[in-house]
């Protein structure tokens, strides 16, 4: 199912949003090249909200233990991070940011 987020407008290129639905959190990033991109919003090492980290290009880090994640991937890319966080399609209609989920 797709799910509207926001506008496109409301993520700053080389930022990311939390964004909660149904009791799941999400973060929906902006490339610096504006490309939008998906994962799951907390940190797979200790459940930290990933939009109060920052994004260095491709990679989103943590802000509790500085972990890195490919947030265009999942990848998980520097410890103390192993598992890799879920992304999810995202598409944009209109000026409309929209995330497939369930
Ligand atoms: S909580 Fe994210 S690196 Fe530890």
């Given amino acids: 199912m797709w799910i509207?987020?926001?506008?496109?407008?409301?993520i700053e290129p080389e930022d990311l949003i939390r964004?909660?639905?149904s009791g799941q959190t999400f973060a929906i990033y902006r490339s610096e090249d504006d490309e939008y991109f998906a994962t799951d919003g907390l940190c797979t090492h200790e459940?930290?909200?990933?939009a109060d980290g920052l994004v260095?290009?491709?990679?989103?880090?943590?802000?509790k233990h500085?972990?890195?994640?490919n947030y265009k991937t999942g990848?998980?890319?520097?410890?103390?991070?192993c598992v890799n966080l879920r992304?999810?399609?995202?598409?944009?209609?209109?000026?409309?940011?929209?995330i497939m989920i369930g």
């Avoid at 399609?89 to 940011?97: H, N, R, T, Y």
């Fill in 47 to 50: 459940k930290v909200h990933l």
């Fill in 75 to 81: 990848e998980a890319k520097g410890a103390p991070v």
């Fill in 87 to 98: 992304t999810y399609p995202v598409s944009i209609e209109a000026d409309s940011v929209r």
């Fill in 56 to 63: 260095m290009g491709d990679i989103i880090e943590c802000p």
């Fill in 19 to 21: 964004f909660d639905h």
């Fill in 66 to 69: 500085n972990g890195r994640f």
């Fill in 4 to 10: 509207e987020v926001c506008k496109v407008g409301d």
